[in-house]
């Protein structure tokens, strides 16, 4: 069926260091990834996006991979800062144009 | 720019009550338009997208229904409120290739 899930509900870093939130996928025909991130509050800001022909993306301290082998996405956050405490969602566009989102994951920075 | 416009940001109503939220885009032309809905602490969940006028997907069997009366306008209605469901709701547009950009939702609590 369609479904994006993610790993881990909650993730906890320290300042400085490097976040990493995975995010696994079960349709395959899908083209296009997206990561937003959701503040208490408010709606869903996009960070990056990666079409189904690459495996890497790069953007301002964020970094999205793709294996489609294993149906897997991750988003990387370089010197993650206390700004950065939000809830992060994968979504995948599939047949149609729909929008399907995982379930997300808290990233809390500890300072 | 193109820009969205969801009101109202809150909204308390008794259980029976009948429900509109509006959702309008400024700024583009035939745009996929989506309703999404949040429980707390919890993924996106959607509820409808409308690919053109009079053009509506359900996704879920729900208590609600979606309309868009003209190429910008999408509008979640239900005429019976009942407590499941309050959440947060989220209207967002996309192009037909590009990432979807979100409203700042409506805070529903039903009574």
């Known amino acids: 069926g369609e479904s994006v899930g993610l790993h881990l509900p909650t993730l906890s870093v320290q300042e400085g260091d490097n976040s990493i939130i995975n995010c696994a996928y079960s349709n395959s025909a899908s083209d296009y990834f997206i990561w937003y991130k959701q503040e208490s509050g408010k709606g869903p800001q996009f960070i990056i996006d990666i079409r189904s022909n690459m495996d890497k993306r790069q953007g301002q301290r964020v970094t999205v991979l793709l294996n489609k082998t294993v149906k897997h996405l991750s988003l990387q956050i370089a010197a993650t800062q206390p700004g950065d405490s939000a809830v992060y969602f994968c979504a995948r566009r599939s047949q149609g144009g729909k929008l399907i989102f995982g379930q997300g994951t808290e990233l809390s920075v500890k300072p | 720019s193109q820009t969205i416009h969801q009101w109202p940001a809150t909204l308390v109503q008794p259980v029976g009550s009948p429900l509109s939220l509006e959702c309008t885009v400024e700024g583009t032309s035939n745009p996929n338009l989506y309703w999404y809905r949040q429980a707390a602490g919890r993924g996106l969940q959607l509820l409808f997208y409308?690919?053109?006028?009079?053009?509506i997907s359900s996704e879920v069997p729900q208590n609600l229904s979606a309309s868009r009366p003209q190429d910008r306008q999408f509008i979640l209605s239900s005429k019976k409120l009942l407590l499941s469901d309050s959440g947060f709701y989220l209207c967002?547009?996309?192009?037909?290739?590009?990432?979807?950009?979100f409203g700042q939702g409506t805070r529903l609590t039903v009574v």
């Open positions: 409308s690919v053109g006028i009079g053009q």
């Open positions: 967002a547009w996309s192009p037909q290739v590009g990432q979807a950009f």
